[in-house]
């Protein structure tokens, strides 16, 4: 029989005053008693970044080898001498150098031409698409990311499940599925020097919050306390970088970083997702160096600190870079790039089929492009974000996850390791 | 006194459809909540005698709303008292003083050294004035429906204070274009906005040039980093004209449309974006570095006639950029998009049809009056519905805001309370995107964020001025559920509270406890 951990945690938090027990041995009792067999270190993880602002996936993943990339970019192209080669074609950025080392051991993979059949070049409107997995349309509710957990509920014993870093929660986790935003790692629950007293407050909070009926408010507060409880237990916090790892300063790599120690901490964790921004390079982006260089720069390190931090834990894990569009193919007045079209995207990770640039290079002759202008989308995103969900996750129900979009394993790019 | 009853009781104001259950006393509660920043202690009594619609005529007429405690506090801010221009300067030399002192650092080899007195921490220090002085406006002012709408207004044609020279240009951006036009007319505020070097500069409107063009020589470049000529390198040239904007920027013509106007789904194309940016091509800042005001530059202005939603838009210089704004400020879609928000601003997080269509038709009548457009709102009977009483979440500003009202806490000249909200998610002009930070409760409520609010709430209870401590705990709730909670106080948080302080003894203890557990839980996040 499963126990509710609703019904425990109340029922701890008496046990507590009355048997002097204490509730966080049999909290995690109660945890264990709905816990899938296998390890959790053995448990899949996704972590999801998404590059809002729409990152110019040409002078992410450069096409070298196009004589159109330079004719169209004289002032910011990165220059062939510059580039990190992958394949002949296509190489990095030269700030994203640190991670060659991935690509040469075959753990990285780049998907290019991969974007939104919907044509929108509003960030609003594209990064909603991207986000609600329903291009084209915006009723939908929920997230897919939640949506995912709706259906395959196999380790929703966790609040840990699904976390988003950041004050709120974005619209890709937001749903019925539980799901939880985190700030700060360190600073999470509440701040009482004193644990007794702490411990006090917050079993106030959670009663006065278990009588908000049931909308947001309360189940929002259901899941907070949760997962108070289950980090006090795991202490996430003292995890410390593998030697020699260092993230570098700045949001990016801190939340990288929190998310290896939940990762190390065993709480469960499945879907981590963390927001970057700082793409939007209308003015003056740069080309080898410069505007885009640095925030290029800042997460090729933070990505491979954090492979290097997970070492040998990076089997189950693939992380994931989005963005809601790509950018015009000619720079613009201005020495930077309008909206544009499709974009490029990173997947590493051992289970991550990687050495390859995926999805059919659509080429940058102006009759190849989208609207005369832009990168053609040659891969919808759903099928690589259906892939990774249906081949490394263990998804069932893809048709669930994205409604209205039938996935077929044979569109799949092949991502990840069959 | 029953609502209706009020109604014929007060002097002025137009007849509405209020819920049958709700007294003058809930209408006033619900007032303050939407049109204010909450209730403070006793003033939903005060309202409910004044007259609730009475009252609200009185915030739609803020000019004859005496504002002295505002006026004065407002004098504890040096950040007013500098112009743009100022605020330029003393950025500029921030920056060279720090360039010198890294310069110096690595002349050294120390990169570790202390950084002495810092001229960017003062102007970052003035800058965060900014926030401060936004929680005390909100806070006391007595015209708090300009203040709700300053807000609004800031949010829909949002700037972030963290891009390059909207550093410097956001006070005035702020100052003396959003606040003055805040319950102006609709088309004057957009093409204020506009012209504003603040969101010239976000926007990249200030660099859209019509391709080809060129300056009128000698070129003082708005952009140029060192005087034209003097001691100038082959590279320095080049660096220069690769800076020199050379052909149209998009993002102002689309984000124009799509959030300030005609809303996304307002029926404009690819095609409407770029001739939008042509007609805006020469709409520019002059020399944005020393913090100068809008120039027009004719050199950098695409000759060419536009075509824009079908409407025919001849070359006509600077004139066709506000001919352009008067159109769309004046289109269907744009009176729709933009009562659609207000609605849920003041109604529900999804209003009803019934007042959007009425304040779209009050937008017509009125051509864009913004009072206008706000009475058609508050008299329609779906701001008084039981549905959408206590229906909305506060956004986090709301929540610090009226939690510092409710308890007679005087806003300090610390970054105490701008922290506060930036630790629940809204800190104060740093949203990047152009959409300004939303509404809907779905956008704030999880639980890190509830959490965050516990313990904002349990910091504010400590200074808690407008409950004083009781012995009676019975008669401490009470009260706390009539000063904080205009008696909407649930029996269940009650009981919670009550059983929470029945062994703390000490009646201050009792009171911080109180009130934080009653600030911090659910009914107050509602308004």
Same mark, same amino acid.
């Given at each position: 029989m499963t126990i509710s951990r609703r019904v425990f945690v109340k029922s701890g938090g008496l046990a507590l005053v009355s048997l002097g027990l204490d509730p966080l041995f049999l909290a995690r009792a109660a945890f264990a008693s709905g816990r899938p067999t296998g390890r959790p270190s053995d448990r899949p993880t996704?972590v999801?970044?998404?590059?809002?602002?729409?990152?110019?996936?040409?002078?992410?993943?450069?096409?070298?080898?196009?004589?159109?990339?330079?004719?169209?970019?004289?002032?910011?192209?990165?220059?062939?001498?510059?580039?990190?080669?992958?394949?002949?074609?296509?190489?990095?950025?030269?700030?994203?150098?640190?991670?060659?080392?991935?690509?040469?051991?075959?753990?990285?993979?780049?998907?290019?031409?991969?974007?939104?059949?919907?044509?929108?070049?509003?960030?609003?409107?594209?990064?909603?698409?991207?986000?609600?997995?329903?291009?084209? !349309?915006?009723? *939908?509710?929920?997230?897919?990311?939640?949506?995912?957990c709706q259906?395959d509920q196999e380790h929703a014993n966790t609040p840990f499940r699904a976390v988003a870093f950041?004050?709120?929660l974005?619209?890709?986790l937001?749903?019925s599925a539980p799901s939880l935003a985190i700030d700060d790692l360190q600073a999470f629950g509440l701040r009482v020097p004193q644990e007794a007293a702490r411990d006090r407050l917050t079993r106030a909070f959670e009663e006065l919050y278990d009588g908000a009926?049931t909308?947001?408010l309360a189940s929002s507060s259901r899941e907070g306390f949760e997962a108070v409880q289950m980090l006090k237990r795991a202490d996430p916090t003292q995890y410390r970088p593998t030697?020699?790892?260092?993230?570098?300063?700045?949001?990016?790599?801190?939340?990288?970083l929190q998310i290896a120690q939940l990762i190390k901490a065993d709480v469960g964790l499945e879907i981590a997702?963390?927001?970057?921004?700082?793409?939007?390079?209308?003015?003056?982006?740069?080309?080898?160096?410069?505007?885009?260089?640095?925030?290029?720069?800042?997460?090729?390190?933070?990505?491979?600190?954090? $492979?290097?931090d997970l070492g040998d834990r990076?089997?189950n894990i693939?992380?994931?870079?989005?963005?809601?569009?790509?950018? *015009?193919?000619?720079?613009?007045? $201005?020495?930077?790039?309008?909206?544009?079209?499709?974009?490029?995207?990173?997947?590493?990770?051992?289970? !991550? $089929?990687?050495?390859?640039?995926?999805?059919?290079?659509?080429?940058?002759?102006?009759?190849?492009?989208?609207?005369?202008?832009?990168?053609?989308? *040659?891969?919808?995103?759903?099928?690589?974000?259906?892939?990774?969900?249906?081949?490394?996750q263990?998804?069932?129900?893809?048709?669930?996850?994205?409604?209205?979009? *039938?996935?077929?394993?044979?569109?799949?790019?092949?991502?990840?390791?069959? | 006194?029953?609502?209706?009853?009020?109604?014929?009781?007060?002097?002025?104001?137009?007849?509405?459809?209020?819920?049958?259950?709700?007294?003058?006393?809930?209408?006033?509660?619900?007032?303050?909540?939407?049109?204010?920043?909450?209730?403070?202690?006793?003033?939903?009594?005060?309202?409910?005698?004044?007259?609730?619609?009475?009252?609200?005529?009185?915030?739609?007429?803020?000019?004859?709303?005496?504002?002295?405690?505002?006026?004065?506090?407002?004098?504890?801010?040096?950040?007013?008292?500098?112009?743009?221009?100022?605020?330029?300067?003393?950025?500029?030399?921030?920056?060279?003083?720090?360039?010198?002192?890294?310069?110096?650092?690595?002349?050294?080899?120390?990169?570790?050294?202390?950084?002495?007195?810092?001229?960017?921490?003062?102007?970052?220090?003035?800058?965060?004035?900014?926030?401060?002085?936004? &929680?005390?406006?909100?806070? &006391?002012?007595?015209?708090?429906?300009?203040?709700?709408?300053?807000?609004?207004?800031?949010?829909?044609?949002?700037?972030?204070?963290?891009?390059?020279?909207?550093?410097?240009?956001?006070?005035?951006?702020?100052?003396?274009?959003?606040?003055?036009?805040?319950?102006?007319?609709?088309?004057?505020?957009?093409?204020?906005?506009?012209?504003?070097?603040?969101?010239?500069?976000?926007?990249?409107?200030?660099?859209?040039?019509?391709?080809?063009?060129?300056?009128?020589?000698?070129?003082?470049?708005?952009?140029?980093?060192?005087?034209?000529?003097?001691?100038?390198?082959?590279?320095?040239?080049?660096?220069?004209?690769?800076?020199?904007?050379?052909?149209?920027?998009?993002?102002?013509?689309?984000?124009?449309?799509?959030?300030?106007?005609?809303?996304?789904?307002?029926?404009?194309?690819?095609?409407?974006? &770029?001739?939008?940016?042509?007609?805006?091509?020469?709409?520019?800042?002059?020399?944005?570095?020393?913090?100068?005001?809008?120039?027009?530059?004719?050199?950098?202005?695409?000759?060419?006639?536009?075509?824009?939603?079908?409407?025919?838009?001849?070359?006509?210089?600077?004139?066709?950029?506000?001919?352009?704004?008067?159109?769309?400020?004046?289109?269907?879609? =744009?009176?729709?998009?933009?009562?659609?928000?207000?609605?849920?601003?003041?109604?529900?997080?999804?209003?009803?049809?019934?007042?959007?269509?009425?304040?779209?038709?009050?937008?017509?009548?009125?051509?864009?009056?913004?009072?206008?457009?706000?009475?058609?709102?508050?008299?329609?009977?779906?701001?008084?519905?039981?549905?959408?009483?206590?229906?909305?979440?506060?956004?986090?500003?709301?929540?610090?805001?009226?939690?510092?009202?409710? =308890?007679?806490?005087?806003?300090?000249?610390?970054?105490?309370?701008?922290?506060?909200?930036?630790?629940?998610?809204?800190?104060?002009?740093?949203?990047?995107?152009?959409?300004?930070?939303?509404?809907?409760?779905?956008?704030?409520?999880n639980s890190g964020a509830l959490l965050a609010r516990m313990n904002?709430a349990m910091?504010?209870?400590?200074?808690?001025?407008? &409950?004083?401590?009781?012995?009676?705990?019975?008669?401490?709730?009470?009260?706390?559920?009539?000063?904080?909670?205009?008696?909407?106080?649930?029996?269940h948080?009650?009981s919670v509270i009550l059983e929470q302080i029945t062994d703390l003894?000490?009646?201050?203890q009792?009171?911080?406890m109180?009130?934080g557990l009653?600030?911090g839980g659910p009914?107050?996040?509602?308004?």
């Amino acid at each position: 029989m499963t126990i509710s951990r609703r019904v425990f945690v109340k029922s701890g938090g008496l046990a507590l005053v009355s048997l002097g027990l204490d509730p966080l041995f049999l909290a995690r009792a109660a945890f264990a008693s709905g816990r899938p067999t296998g390890r959790p270190s053995d448990r899949p993880t996704l972590v999801c970044l998404f590059q809002r602002g729409a990152v110019d996936g040409l002078n992410m993943i450069v096409p070298h080898g196009e004589a159109a990339y330079y004719q169209e970019r004289p002032r910011i192209a990165v220059p062939a001498k510059d580039v990190v080669d992958l394949d002949g074609h296509f190489g990095l950025h030269p700030s994203l150098a640190p991670l060659k080392e991935l690509w040469d051991n075959k753990s990285l993979a780049a998907v290019h031409a991969i974007g939104s059949p919907d044509g929108t070049r509003s960030h609003f409107d594209a990064q909603d698409y991207m986000e609600s997995g329903t291009p084209g !349309v915006k009723s *939908t509710g929920d997230g897919w990311m939640n949506r995912y957990c709706q259906h395959d509920q196999e380790h929703a014993n966790t609040p840990f499940r699904a976390v988003a870093f950041g004050p709120q929660l974005p619209r890709i986790l937001a749903g019925s599925a539980p799901s939880l935003a985190i700030d700060d790692l360190q600073a999470f629950g509440l701040r009482v020097p004193q644990e007794a007293a702490r411990d006090r407050l917050t079993r106030a909070f959670e009663e006065l919050y278990d009588g908000a009926g049931t909308g947001l408010l309360a189940s929002s507060s259901r899941e907070g306390f949760e997962a108070v409880q289950m980090l006090k237990r795991a202490d996430p916090t003292q995890y410390r970088p593998t030697a020699g790892v260092d993230y570098p300063p700045g949001r990016l790599g801190k939340t990288l970083l929190q998310i290896a120690q939940l990762i190390k901490a065993d709480v469960g964790l499945e879907i981590a997702f963390a927001d970057c921004s700082g793409w939007d390079t209308h003015v003056n982006q740069g080309s080898s160096e410069g505007q885009l260089s640095a925030r290029l720069r800042e997460l090729g390190l933070a990505l491979a600190a954090f $492979n290097h931090d997970l070492g040998d834990r990076m089997r189950n894990i693939v992380v994931l870079t989005m963005s809601e569009f790509g950018r *015009t193919i000619r720079e613009n007045g $201005n020495s930077g790039t309008d909206h544009g079209h499709a974009t490029a995207m990173l997947a590493l990770g051992g289970p !991550v $089929n990687g050495g390859r640039v995926l999805g059919r290079w659509p080429g940058l002759g102006v009759e190849q492009r989208f609207e005369g202008r832009d990168v053609a989308v *040659t891969t919808d995103f759903r099928d690589l974000f259906g892939e990774i969900l249906a081949r490394h996750q263990g998804a069932a129900d893809l048709g669930s996850v994205f409604p209205g979009y *039938t996935p077929d394993p044979a569109r799949f790019l092949g991502a990840i390791r069959g | 006194m029953h609502f209706i009853l009020a109604i014929a009781l007060a002097a002025q104001g137009p007849a509405s459809a209020p819920a049958p259950a709700l007294t003058a006393r809930d209408s006033a509660f619900h007032a303050l909540n939407r049109l204010a920043y909450g209730a403070r202690p006793g003033e939903a009594d005060s309202i409910a005698r004044f007259g609730v619609m009475r009252w609200i005529e009185r915030q739609l007429d803020a000019d004859h709303v005496p504002d002295p405690r505002l006026a004065a506090r407002e004098r504890e801010f040096k950040i007013l008292d500098y112009d743009r221009a100022d605020l330029a300067g003393r950025y500029r030399d921030a920056v060279r003083e720090r360039q010198q002192m890294q310069r110096e650092a690595a002349a050294s080899g120390d990169s570790m050294r202390p950084r002495g007195p810092a001229p960017m921490r003062e102007f970052r220090e003035l800058g965060g004035e900014l926030q401060q002085l936004a &929680i005390v406006r909100a806070a &006391i002012s007595e015209r708090q429906l300009r203040e709700v709408m300053v807000d609004f207004w800031t949010n829909h044609f949002n700037v972030f204070v963290g891009k390059g020279a909207d550093r410097f240009l956001l006070p005035s951006y702020i100052e003396e274009t959003i606040r003055p036009r805040a319950l102006g007319n609709f088309e004057d505020l957009l093409i204020a906005t506009a012209r504003s070097p603040a969101m010239l500069f976000y926007l990249d409107n200030a660099q859209s040039v019509a391709p080809g063009s060129a300056p009128p020589r000698p070129f003082m470049s708005p952009f140029r980093r060192r005087r034209f000529g003097m001691n100038e390198t082959n590279e320095e040239r080049q660096q220069r004209q690769r800076r020199q904007p050379t052909g149209i920027n998009e993002n102002y013509a689309r984000e124009l449309m799509e959030l300030h106007t005609l809303g996304v789904d307002g029926g404009y194309n690819q095609q409407d974006v &770029i001739n939008v940016a042509r007609i805006f091509t020469g709409w520019s800042i002059e020399r944005p570095e020393r913090g100068a005001g809008f120039v027009y530059h004719d050199w950098a202005h695409d000759q060419g006639d536009k075509v824009v939603l079908g409407q025919k838009f001849k070359s006509d210089g600077e004139d066709e950029g506000v001919q352009l704004l008067k159109f769309l400020a004046n289109q269907h879609a =744009t009176m729709h998009h933009v009562s659609a928000k207000l609605c849920a601003r003041f109604v529900a997080d999804e209003p009803p049809d019934g007042c959007i269509d009425a304040a779209v038709a009050a937008w017509e009548r009125s051509r864009g009056d913004i009072r206008t457009v706000l009475r058609a709102i508050f008299t329609s009977p779906d701001f008084w519905s039981a549905q959408a009483v206590r229906s909305k979440v506060k956004t986090p500003f709301e929540f610090v805001v009226s939690a510092v009202r409710a =308890t007679g806490v005087e806003p300090d000249d610390t970054p105490r309370l701008a922290q506060l909200v930036a630790r629940l998610g809204e800190p104060l002009y740093q949203q990047p995107a152009p959409t300004g930070y939303a509404e809907t409760e779905a956008h704030w409520v999880n639980s890190g964020a509830l959490l965050a609010r516990m313990n904002a709430a349990m910091a504010i209870a400590k200074d808690c001025s407008s &409950i004083p401590a009781i012995d009676d705990h019975a008669r401490l709730v009470d009260t706390i559920d009539q000063q904080l909670l205009g008696g909407t106080m649930s029996t269940h948080t009650r009981s919670v509270i009550l059983e929470q302080i029945t062994d703390l003894t000490d009646p201050e203890q009792a009171r911080v406890m109180a009130v934080g557990l009653a600030l911090g839980g659910p009914d107050f996040q509602k308004q």
